[in-house]
Every structure is written in structure tokens, then in C-alpha cells.
């Protein structure tokens, strides 16, 4: 029987659903003050944990990448998880609690016999991926990432261009990938950030994580036509407040529609 592993990367100590493909993983271990029990934690063995403030959930992915050995891997976030609904209509829905028998999780199993990649369900944003990052993060920073992909892989970059003048976009660093692809995504990936950081002139919080959310669509979109893919779309969780106003706006404004992108254009807010 395949081993599918889903980890579930997180920076504080949230509750994650119990179920036993999900693994919850304590990201940027190294510069934290605990250790959160029941969870792995990145820096074990060989792993970037110390550049968590840079790279964010990817030290989860290295970690994994270097020290797992599993026949899936997947990758979600500590309240944005995929669901198993092939037939949904937008590219995320609100919940108040990881109810996982409502979202069919039992599901997956099926669906990794079928599949070699399992994207997060395009959002679109209704402007190209390369102006959408650049309304919100420095543009040189993507362009930096760009020149190293023609330079590092020419072959990418027509793919790479397709990508990024879309406008539909793959949010979160959030996947499941067959181990075969996950070895060759992590082993093209992380030579790239590599190289970004040796480059980069003033990098700023958080950026690798960012120009690696948007590398992973120029990964799909190469190997698009070689793998097989599916989108799924996210389930994100809130409590309170908080789950009140998200749900309220998600109907008013629902996710990937012209009047969102129109109101965020006009208000801001990255995804």
C-alpha cells in the first residue's frame, strides 16, 4: 500500500485535524522558543529550519525532501488544506473547524493512484501572475527569478512566460506530488532559491517563500503535458471573528470572480 504522507507545516501550535494521512509539522523549529509536541519538526537531519524567516513553509518541503521517504508527499498549511471535491466551482471555501469526514479526506488514496500531481485549484486573479506580484511584493525580485530560470533552465522558458502573463495562479506553496516528482520539483527548486539568494541585493522577509509560490505554477506548467494532473480546491479554517467576516466576504465577493479581484485591486491584499 503507497505511503502518502500530508504534512500540515505550521509556525505555532494550532490544533490539526487527526487523520492519518496528515502529519503536522513544525516549520522554522530552529528559531523557535518550543517545541510543539506531536509534531515533526525541521530541523532534524539536513534542513534550512534557520532560514524559515525567508523561505517560510519551503523549510517544511526541504526538510521533507532530505529526510522522508514516502511514495506521496503533500504540503498544506496550518489552516489551508485541499479537499478532495473534483466537481467545485470556486478555488476555496471557509470553514469553522477541520471537519475532515465532511470533506471526503478518505478520498485521497483514490485519487494518488490516478494522478502524479495534485495543484491547488487555479485562482483567477484577472491580471497576469507577474503584475499580481508586483502589486504587492518589489518587482525586481521576480525578475530576478526569472533571469535565473532562462539562464539555469532555457528550456523552461517559454513555459515560464505562458505562466506568468496568465491570471490564474496557484496560492500557498500547497501540493501533493508523487515521490518521483516531488524529488525532481524539490531538486530543481531549491538550486534556484539558491542562487536567487546569492544575487539578491536588500532581500526582504519572507521572499523566497513568495517567488516560490510562483515558481511551482512555471514547474506545472513545463510538466504539464508529461504528468498527470489534477486541481483540487482549498478548505481554509477560521474560529471566531474571524470566521464570521471570511465567510461573509467569501459570499459577497466569492474567490476568482471580477468583483473581487476589481474590490482587492482597489483595497489591496495578496491572494
Known sequence: MAEIKLYVCCHEPVRVAS??????????AALAGERFPGFAHDDEGENISAQNRAY??????????KNVQADWYGFFHYRRYLYPDVQAKRPYIIRREPDLDKLGYDRFAGLTERYDMILPQGEDMHVSVREHYTRYHRASDLALAEELVRTMHPEMSEAMER?????????????????DVFHDYCAWLFPLLEAFDEEVSDPQPRVDGYIGERLLGVYAEYRRKELRTLELPRVHFYTGEAYVKKRALNILLPPGTKRRAAVKGIVGGDG
Open 19 to 28: 487523520h492519518p494521512l496528515l502529519c503536522p509539522l513544525q516549520v522554522g
Open 56 to 65: 517560510c513553509e519551503l523549510t517544511g518541503q526541504y526538510w521533507a525532501w
Open 163 to 179: 505562466y506568468f502573463s496568465g491570471t490564474a495562479q496557484y496560492f500557498g506553496n500547497i501540493f501533493i506530488m508523487h515521490r
